[in-house]
């Protein structure tokens, strides 16, 4: 596994498992039992997921010393204020039957996430959080954010793949030494990913899966991704991605495969975050 160091000195891998979706509790478990033992170190997870007790199961069945797992969780939005931020952080440790987390993200830019951003600080201060960060901040957010803040975000998790490459947030990030993550790193399959004709061409020509292809462009980018695989064998897959190199000729084949936009529903429209609050509201985090 490679790592990268983060603005506050934590190294982070490069590659991890996300766990989205994966609502069957069994299922979840067994998914990150495997990862670990087949070499992942970090795994995203978030309040939201409700599957973080599964994940702690995991956890606490490997026999990987706690100190080399990376573990991620996100707070909900009901939960991103000051008052309540420190409550929610601690059910989700209580879940995850951990006494520290290793990245903790506020999950969606809504709410209080200045005063919750405040619990934030305070928790790593404590050390109880090694690093802190956010997710789905875009540009224009991130940098009004960073401008009102004491302690910048090591992290911004943000849809990243072929068709939504983001190249002009990662320069943004990269200047403000925040790490880029990427989350539905395949675009959750959409848009015919693994089929795609040219990411098939590459797959022939490097002898590595569409979806080495896609992590390791990524990974040469800086990115660090979360991909989900619930298959051992495509698990494996996707962390061996660090023996061969793509070249530069091949980088920009890819990089005309954007559309700049994003692969999942959006929020733009005022009705769009009205629905998406109203849902969010219903999550028993
Ligand atoms: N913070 C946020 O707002 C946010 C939003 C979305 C996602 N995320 C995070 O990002 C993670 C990944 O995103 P995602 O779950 O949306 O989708 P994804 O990782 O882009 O794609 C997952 C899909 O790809 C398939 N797959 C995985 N590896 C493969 C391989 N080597 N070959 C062929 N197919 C493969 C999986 O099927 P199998 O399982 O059958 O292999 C699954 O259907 C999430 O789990 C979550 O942790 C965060």
Redesign the pocket.
């Known amino acids: 596994m490679d790592y990268v160091t983060l603005n506050n000195g934590i190294k982070m891998p490069m590659v991890g498992l ?4 994966v609502k069957d509790q069994k299922e979840c478990e067994e998914m990150v039992y495997q990862a670990i033992k087949l070499g992942y170190r970090l795994i ?3 309040a939201a997921y409700e599957n973080e007790e599964a994940v702690g199961r995991a956890i606490k069945r490997s026999s990987v010393p706690r100190e080399d797992l990376f573990i991620t969780t ?1 707070l909900w939005v009901t939960d991103t204020n000051y008052e309540r931020a420190k409550k929610g952080f601690q059910r989700s440790l209580d879940r995850l039957g951990l006494d520290y987390i290793d990245l903790y993200l506020i ?2 830019p809504y709410n209080d996430y200045y005063g919750a951003w405040r619990a934030l600080e305070e928790l790593y201060r404590e050390g109880k959080v090694q690093a802190i960060g956010v ?2 901040f875009q540009q224009d957010r991130l940098i009004d954010f960073i401008s009102f803040i004491d302690i910048k975000p090591a992290v911004n ?1 943000i ?1 990243a ?1 072929v068709f939504f490459q983001r190249e002009e947030e990662l320069l943004v990030m990269k200047n403000k030494n925040i790490q880029m993550e990427a ?7 959409e848009n015919k990913l ?1 089929t795609n004709e040219l990411l098939q061409k590459l797959s022939i020509k490097y002898q590595k ?3 080495q292809i896609v992590l390791r462009w990524l990974y040469q980018r800086g990115i660090v991704s ?6 051992p064998e ?1 698990m494996k ?2 962390i061996d991605i660090f023996g061969f190199e793509i070249t530069r000729e091949d980088m920009n084949a890819i990089a005309h495969l954007d559309t700049s936009q994003s692969c999942f529903p959006t929020r733009t429209k005022a009705n769009e975050v009205e629905e998406f609050l109203e849902n969010a509201k219903k999550f028993q985090v």
């Open positions: 996300g766990v989205f979706r995203d997870t978030a996100k999950h969606q997710d789905n998790l849809e793949n989350w539905s790193p395949f675009a959750a399959g693994f899966s569409v979806a979360i991909p989900k695989s619930s298959n495509r897959e996707n």
